[in-house]
């Protein structure tokens, strides 16, 4: 399952091509399909429609979108420049382009806005723009000027942010102002316990902490904040799941065990502790070992630059090292180093260091879990690792950006204490506990997390969708796969 934040679209191939909208067949495809959204338009209550059309965007490369309303309100949204393309009766159809709100326009608006109890926040990822507010989830972009436009994930409307001068964002009626990112309280104990996955494989409950509260995301991306009852169960929000009252289930010893909603128990998924992961292995390791000791990794391809190889012990004292591979401490449960020895390519150490500084002025350092790797060992936890599980590892026939001098992998610690921080998960686990946007665990575990990858990413690097604690240096594909052994 992947938490990407998605907003939920009606995607509808109408035959639309942007350019012959004009003919009788299209007005009657239009007409129809628009008497179809209006009456589910009706039965939700809600004021307009989003649609997207699948061979207009493949021909424009523009997320186009449809909006449906009654009228001519078109449920409130500014159609500066859209072209009518078709009306039937009281509903017309207008069309207008959406774009990517851009990075320069992520980074600035990026941060936690507050009004009145309620919050969202704007997260850059890229060049897009996340809108994650305390209830549901949506993707934005960008519709004209300082307004921007995001899908409600509940289905109910379709809101339209708007920037203020003052830098508030105002949706409807109501300013928010941005909030100062400080560093968040641990979870209530009464909470901690709670906090986890809940299902089966294809379908799962996450219940998060944000603020104090106990949190839940739904179907993989719609966020809730259920009431806490007298009796200590919950009631989720109206037309959420009918108002249901939610219940978590213990053992004699007290554990929690299940969560009861929607009149299914759903079990509670038990994950080892931090550092405790194992894969289970294809084969026996040395039986891997053999069978590849004639293997060589892919040819370097032409104009690469020649690699510069640097010892991150000689960079920072503030940088700390807990180089797994070289104990039997990490997913294979065995030395695969014949030397703890982390390095980088000078370029990527430059970086690192841009990386340690900034976070060194917030009360962190970073402490690297791996750096440089050998193709071999890229092999050998291919070779080892299960089908199911092979996002984790690299694909040797390509070779690893570890495999290029070119990744690290690390996490932060408390300057004060030297203690590492406590993140959503520990490092190499191989489930979606270990995805960046993950949205469970804890309030500050997410905050950890956040404020690595904020780091990481102004000094060059991007994070690895599946990993939280890996970062591939941007120039990565200008430098060859190497084997070269540690020593």
Known sequence: MKFARAAMTLLVAAGLDGQSVQT????????????????????IGAPAILLATVDLQEATGIEWRFA????????????????????????????????????????RLAGRYEANGRWFELIPRGADLVFDPCIGSATVQHLVGEQL???????????????????????????????????????????????????????????????GQLGLVLDGKVRELPKVNPDGSFTLSPGLRGSEVMRFVRDAKGLVTALELDWVCWPKIVHPADGAFRIPLRQPLAAIRAAMAAATPPKAEALMRTPSLVDLRSLSPALLFDLRYAT???????????????????????????????????????????????????????????????????????GSRHNRGCAVDLTLYDLTTSELVSMPCGFDEFTTRAYPDWPGGNELQRWHRDLLRSAMERAGFAVYEYEWWHYDFGDWRQYPVQNQPLR
């Open 24 to 43: 009788e067949a299209h007005r009657t495809v239009c007409a129809q399909l628009l008497r179809e959204v209006d009456l589910l338009r009706i039965a």
């Open 68 to 107: 449906a309303g009654v009228g001519g309100t078109h449920g409130g949204l500014p159609m500066d420049g859209a072209a009518a393309i078709v009306r039937a009766g009281s509903v017309s159809m207008v069309v207008t382009a959406l774009a990517v709100v851009g990075r320069t326009m992520a980074l």
């Open 149 to 211: 436009v995001s899908m409600d994930a509940l289905g109910k409307t379709d809101r339209v942010l708007s920037v203020l001068p003052t830098g508030a964002v105002q949706i409807g009626a109501v300013a928010f102002s941005r909030a100062p990112d400080n560093r968040p309280l641990p979870p209530p104990a009464l909470l901690a316990p709670l906090l986890g996955e809940y299902g089966w494989p294809h379908a799962q409950i996450v219940v998060y902490e944000v603020r």
């Open 328 to 398: 039997n401490d990490n997913f294979l449960g065995e030395r695969v180093y014949d030397a703890a020895v982390p390095m980088l390519q000078r370029e990527a150490a430059v970086a690192l260091q841009q990386a340690q500084q900034e976070l060194r002025a917030q009360g962190f350092g970073l402490c690297v879990f791996d750096a440089y790797r050998p193709w071999s060992i890229t092999k050998l936890f291919f070779e080892a690792t299960p089908d199911n599980m092979r996002q984790f590892v690299a694909d040797p026939a390509t």
